[in-house]
């Protein structure tokens, strides 16, 4: 295509993140330099990549330490995308050193924290934009239950239903054990079809293990993709989630454990004040090395 960069001449770089292994987390893609590629390059890119988001630097300014970011996944762009967010930060404090980090996205100005860690891996944290969270309707649950093929008996009774928002909705749903969790074999056009119909980018699926630790799993038919490993939005609106139910009293850290039950293990921290709206999502990224890509 005329004026297309050739994808030889694209570097994509590719982490992952949420761990500190390589074969752990959600792997994301990164374009560092997306200057000149328009939506359906990134698109066009993003599939060839094929993880669940590819993120493109596509404006830059180095000495302010501020950047303007898109997501794309292999159908759709994606408003905002914690994991990748996570990724790309490390990749520029890699190049450019470790501080803060100022991300335009579609979804609001995202800042993010980056430190080296002793052992040289670098950590992120991210402060997402304001969360909000309200009750999930009856039939957004009834539909999400029937495509997940889970029962009303499958659910956590002190962990309501809910459509929570912190830069894209997830649906909110609390099993009642961690079998129901590891047991997960939705029908894919179905979730993808009512996720669609409501706007949801992942439905955030969680097993309450105390109140200060989750097991999570989140389904992405929307996006081409069964399922994230590690998902950092809805991380963040599950801290908002926390948050609006009243959970959490004085400020907290919480962590969340998901990617085990697909043999790729993420940790995800989340910092919830109940005095502010915002949520910090903390987590490590590494690069995969090529031969694993």
């Known amino acids: 295509m005329k004026g297309m960069a050739p994808t030889t001449a694209i570097e994509v770089l590719r982490y992952a993140a949420f761990t500190p292994d390589p074969a752990g987390g959600n792997p994301a893609g990164v374009v560092l330099d997306a200057t000149g590629l328009d939506e359906r390059r990134m698109l066009e890119i993003a599939a060839e990549v094929g993880y669940s988001e590819t993120a493109f630097l596509t404006e830059r300014d180095e000495a302010r330490r501020r950047f303007t970011v898109r997501y794309f996944s ?14 790309t930060a490390v990749a520029l404090a890699e190049r450019i050193g470790t501080g803060e980090l100022l ?3 579609p979804a609001g100005e995202i800042r993010v ?3 080296a860690g002793q052992d040289g891996t670098v950590r992120a ?4 934009v304001p969360t909000r969270s309200r009750p999930a309707g009856a039939d957004e649950l009834d539909a999400a239950l029937a495509a997940l093929r889970w029962d009303a008996a499958d659910l956590d009774p002190a962990l309501p239903p809910h459509v929570s928002f912190a830069g894209n909705d997830h649906l909110i749903l609390a099993a009642a054990s961690r079998a129901r969790l590891s047991d997960l074999a939705y029908d894919f056009d179905a979730l993808a079809a009512v996720m669609r119909t409501h706007g949801w980018t992942t439905v955030h699926l969680v097993r309450r293990e105390n109140d200060g630790s989750y097991h999570a799993r989140d389904p992405f038919p929307v996006g081409g993709v069964v399922e994230d490993p590690a998902t950092g939005a809805a991380a963040a609106a ?6 609006t139910l009243g959970l959490v009293t004085v400020p907290s850290t919480i962590t969340l454990r998901q990617g085990e039950d697909m043999g790729r293990p993420s940790d995800l921290t989340i910092e919830v004040d109940p005095d502010e709206t915002v949520v910090r999502v903390t987590g490590r990224a590494v690069p995969i090395p090529a031969s694993a890509s």
């Open 103 to 105: 991300f335009g996205t």
């Open 125 to 128: 944290t991210l402060t997402s």
């Open 113 to 115: 924290d980056t430190v």
């Open 74 to 87: 292999p159908l759709a762009e994606v408003a905002f995308c914690g994991h990748a967010t996570v990724a």
């Open 238 to 243: 599950f801290g908002g989630y926390l948050r």
